[in-house]
């Protein structure tokens, strides 16, 4: 048997796009023919799924799509307060994917029929060959090869003598007209032969990533592995970014891309002083804060601290291991059209990372009320006349639940045509973190705060572009994740 690889999927590629093996095998042609794919985790025997897969009908191969399978062992990782680096363990898997096979168990008999001539069996077919059948075994035999066949002969039958060079069989030597005629037998209750993990394919990564139906053919996990200095974070944010003092920023790198050395992000403010931060991780995919308001404590290498100044209007920030920069840098813009108090959403990007926008403009909470309510019959009492009467205060209709569902409407302010399209993502991320900021007097430092998680209501969006509309301004409206619970 041989077994070959036709296609496979890079080493790491985005788990919410098609994740497809396609494997050849020399036996695909054998009858009840199947291939077997096995998925562990990777360098684990923790088998995570078996398939058996039928050959495609054109080709003989065995195809597979692993990323339904593969979606459901990523989820996100949030540390709203982190502002160093973690390790991304649920953002990504690793998975091994071992390829074996299965087809009937046949025994193929190329020497003539003979007649058994052994009572009680005398006058009976004998089949000649080496063989593992026992007596009583119930099989099928199908005749194969050149020469005419014998009528009848094909079909099930019990094996009524068992050696490991012949077997006879319950069909009359009477009826065979070619003892030369090949034969293959199967077990009848189809039986296999089972081989498993002929070939493995090691070592293999999916991320917590989707990327657009047009763009994934393009896809090269290369421009992410921090080799080189245009490679990339694992993240769809613009390489340049507007942000306000209050926004975070946790943008996921490959770590295991480079290997071992010495990991930094290295930032640069425009007045041309750099910063930087040690990444200290074990996982294959880290989280790396360095947004505006959590980028942390950094180490001066030229200038003094801090990074953002009230003088600074921008800062870049970059991937460095073992001294050489292997990623793009990023830009962020510092926005300082703030009121004295913002709204900031951060929500996970198509490729994993954390993104936020802050919603500076007029902010409108409502709230809807939710009861739950059941009618009582009032018991009243018997006063002194006598008579049946009642307390006004009695109760008839009881609310048994009540909850408050707050909605918050809010505005973005001027934005440019790249920042746009990334606001589409907000609207459709399916998490999404809602923070308020309070700035002091200064108007420069956020005072604290924290994340409460919610969710997009906004349904619909338009992705403007900047040839049509100079000014370009997004609205979404959200909801809390969480009820607040009525008292009583």
Known sequence: MAMTVKASPQKLTPAYNPIKFIYDSTNKNLPGFKYIFQVFEGGTANQIAEYRVLPVYSTGYGLIDLSRLLQSQVSYDFEPT????YDATNSHYKYDVKIGEEYLTTTTFT???????????AGTVQLNGANTFAVGDQIVVTQTGAGVANANLDGLYTVLVATPTYIVINFLWSSITNAGKDVEVTYADGRKTTTYAIVSALNYYVFNGAMPWVDFPTWDMNEYYLTNITDKFLTTCPDTFYC???EDLWMNAVYGGPGPGTHKIIFKNDAGEIFEKSVLATDHVTGNAVGPNNHGVLTPIVGVLPLIKPTTESYTYYYEHNGNQVTQPYTVMIDRRVRMEEITIAFLDRFGSWGSFAFTGRIYE????QREQYNMDVQGYINSTPEWTYYTTDRGYINSY????NTIDLSTDWMNETDAAYFTELISSPYTYFKRSNYYESCDIPASSEYISCNIVTSTFEKYKQRNKNLIKQSITIR???NDIVNG
């Open 82 to 85: 982190n502002t160093t680096v």
């Open 111 to 121: 020497s003539a029929m003979t007649q058994y001539v052994t009572a009680p069996y």
């Open 244 to 246: 306000t003092l209050s």
């Open 366 to 369: 409502r709230g809807t009320v």
């Open 402 to 405: 009540v909850s408050v569902d």
């Open 480 to 482: 809390l994740a969480n």
